[in-house]
């Protein structure tokens, strides 16, 4: 069964950094994309960025809302993702998702989320 | 402003028929796949719907799915009280090279 946690969520102050990590089981993480996806406080839902699997060049892309100041990457050998998240602005503040889509068997693995505060 | 358009609200009895729209353009339902998700109140989305009108293993047939040019539905069928919930429609955009979502329908079940 694939199973995904995040943590790393928390109180920072704008400008501050933090990193994210999601540690997956079930699933070879190398083997597969991976999202991040964010929710504000009452607000939809916004997708963050993707990696690739290593077969497919493991390259990451991002929304431009975070392009410059979000890096996502992976340690396969403890099958965990990590959202680094740098120049936070309140505007960051929301819960993290890490998904695991896998269209090819219609399934969309979600974590519980973490939640990033960016408060003075 | 999302990407894609949702109504905001949608309602109806229990055993009613409900369907929730999701208005996009060329670049992202016009030539992509459609998802729809579903989020309980305090949980993690949960995908209803792939690749449009596909269902995934354990989703009811109550839900499906379609798309026409431009625009997606997600029909709600024989509803029930626990279909209360948030529900989002998604679609890879090529012009942004990203994934967008639509902003949510609130349904409530009367």
């Known amino acids: 069964e694939v199973q995904l946690v995040e943590s790393g969520g928390g109180l920072v102050k704008p400008g501050g950094s933090l990193r994210l990590s999601c540690a997956a089981s079930g699933f070879t993480l190398g083997n597969a994309w991976m999202t991040w996806v964010r929710q504000a406080p009452g607000k939809g839902l916004e997708w963050v960025g993707r990696i690739r699997s290593r077969a497919d060049g493991g390259t990451a892309d991002y929304a431009a809302s975070v392009k410059d100041r979000f890096t996502i990457s992976r340690d396969d050998s403890i099958n965990t993702l990590y959202l680094q998240i740098n120049s936070l602005k309140t505007e960051d503040t929301a819960v993290y998702y890490c998904?695991?889509?896998?269209?090819?068997?219609?399934?969309?693995?979600w974590g519980q989320g973490t939640l990033v505060t960016v408060s003075s | 402003q999302s990407v894609l358009t949702q109504p905001p609200s949608a309602s109806g009895t229990p055993g009613q028929r409900v369907t929730i729209s999701c208005s996009g353009s060329s670049s992202n339902i016009g030539s992509n796949y459609v998802y729809w998700y579903q989020q309980l109140p305090g949980t993690a989305p949960k995908l209803l719907i792939y690749r449009s009108d596909q269902r995934p293993s354990g989703v009811p047939d109550r839900f499906s799915g379609s798309k026409s040019g431009t625009s997606a539905s997600l029909a709600i069928s024989g509803l029930r009280s626990e279909d209360e919930a948030d529900y989002y429609c998604?679609?890879?955009?090529?012009?942004?090279?990203?994934?967008?979502f639509g902003g949510g329908t609130k349904l409530t079940v009367l």
């Open positions: 998904t695991a889509p896998n269209w090819n068997i219609g399934i969309d693995s």
């Open positions: 998604a679609a890879w955009d090529d012009s942004l090279s990203g994934r967008v």
